[in-house]
Structures are given as C-alpha cells and as structure tokens.
T-cell receptor, first 115, second 116 residues
Framework: NAGVTQTPKFRILKIGQSMTLQCTQD?????MYWYRQDPGMGLKLIYY???????DKGEVPNGYNVSRSTTEDFPLRLELAAPSQTSVYFC??????????????FGDGTRLSIL | AQKITQTQPGMFVQEKEAVTLDCTYD???????LFWYKQPSSGEMIFLIY??????QNATEGRYSLNFQKARKSANLVISASQLGDSAMYFC?????????????FGDGTTLTVKP
C-alpha cells in the first residue's frame, strides 16, 4: 500500500531557483495538505485542498503555489527559492471530514535546503 | 492566540513506567477533534489516537490513552508501560469542524526520551 508518496526525498537548491515538490495519494482522499516543519518545531500549514480544483491558503503561504487538477495529485511549487524556505515539507491527506474525526495520513517528507 | 499548547519541550521517562504528555487547546467551536501523532527520529508522522469533542469516554488505543478534560480544554496523552521505541517527538493537533473546515492546527511538540 503506497499511501502518500512524496518526491524527491532530498533536494538542495540555490537561491532564486524554482522547483516543484510532488505529492500523490492512492487512498481516494478528498482533502490534501502541505506543511513545513522547521527544526525542533511543529507543523505549519502552507496550503490545503478539499477537492480537485479547490485550494486555499494556510498560515504560511508566501513564496509557494499549489494546484489540484486531480484527486490524487497535489504538487507544491516554490518560486524564487530563499534560505528561509529551508525546511522539511510534508504532504498529507485525509477523507472528507464533516465530523472532524479523520486523521491525516502523511508522506515521508522532503528535506529541502536552499543555499 | 496559540490554539494548541504543548508546554513540555522535553520529557524523560524510565522504561516500563507511564508518562503523560500535556496538551491544552483553545477553540470556540463546539465541534472539534483532537489528535496525537508520533514522529520518530526517522521523520515520519504516525497517527496515534483521536478524541472527539462530543465523546463521553476517553479514547484508548493499546498503550495509548487520552485524558480528555473538556472544561479545562486539555487533551493529555498517556503512554503506559513505556518502551525504548516510544522515544520520539509527539504532536497534539486539533481540527475545528465549523470554523476551520478541513484544517488542522498542530502544537510545537514534546520530545520524549525513554531511558533503559
């Protein structure tokens, strides 16, 4: 069972470069999320999506963009990478959650360094 | 205001003893869910346990139980009979059903170290 798959696992970027972090899930989850985790800290929500074609900002969206053209895929785009974006990025998904009781399933994370 | 507060950056426990990890939350939404996740040093996030705001009983999953005190807005995780493999970072999270549909808020985590 694949679950939530993130690629790449590691990446080093130069300041000003762009890249896309890929995330795909095979559980037919409607909800998908992108978080960043800085060292020793909790998760900060970057963007989320409640279904194909619908995305919304989280608490730290600046410098990032997302799209959700299919249920399975939710790529995160970094434009003009900055050192402040050095972090571990997690993608997560869950079932539609009218009752607030659905746990999130996480990918293994992407470690991104901006030098 | 911080929605999820975990006041213990680090905790130590002796193997086979029980340990309580604290979590307090802040919400005006009457309908919400509380979750605990474990993050080992390998980095993955593992769902442990869930408690709904309308649940009458405390949730339990194996050695994990959630001490839910609604009036005090606390949702502490209790790990019984600690094992060396329990050493990890633990995160408390909340999902508000009506006010922030679809989004979860995470605390800053507690690092638990189990001593042999």
């Amino acid at each position: 069972n694949a679950g939530v798959t993130q690629t790449p696992k590691f990446r080093i970027l130069k300041i000003g470069q762009s890249m896309t972090l890929q995330c795909t899930q095979d559980m037919n989850h409607n909800y998908m999320y992108w978080y960043r985790q800085d060292p020793g800290m909790g998760l900060k929500l970057i963007y989320y999506s409640v279904g194909a074609g619908i995305t919304d900002k989280g608490e730290v969206p600046n410098g990032y963009n997302v799209s959700r053209s299919t249920t399975e895929d939710f790529p995160l785009r970094l434009e003009l990478a900055a050192p402040s974006q050095t972090s571990v990025y997690f993608c997560a998904s869950s079932y539609s959650d009218k009752g607030g009781n659905q746990p999130q399933h996480f990918g293994d994370g992407t470690r991104l360094s901006i030098l | 205001a911080q929605k999820i507060t975990q006041t213990q950056p680090g905790m130590f426990v002796q193997e086979k003893e029980a340990v309580t990890l604290d979590c307090t939350y802040d919400t005006s939404d009457p309908s919400y869910g509380l979750f605990w996740y474990k993050q080992p040093s390998s980095g993955e996030m593992i769902f442990l346990i869930y408690q709904g705001s309308y649940d009458q009983q405390n949730a339990t999953e194996g050695r994990y139980s959630l001490n839910f005190q609604k009036a005090r807005k606390s949702a502490n995780l209790v790990i019984s009979a600690s094992q060396l493999g329990d050493s990890a970072m633990y995160f408390c999270a909340m999902r508000e059903v009506n006010t922030n549909a679809g989004k979860s808020t995470f605390g800053d985590g507690t690092t638990l170290t189990v001593k042999p």
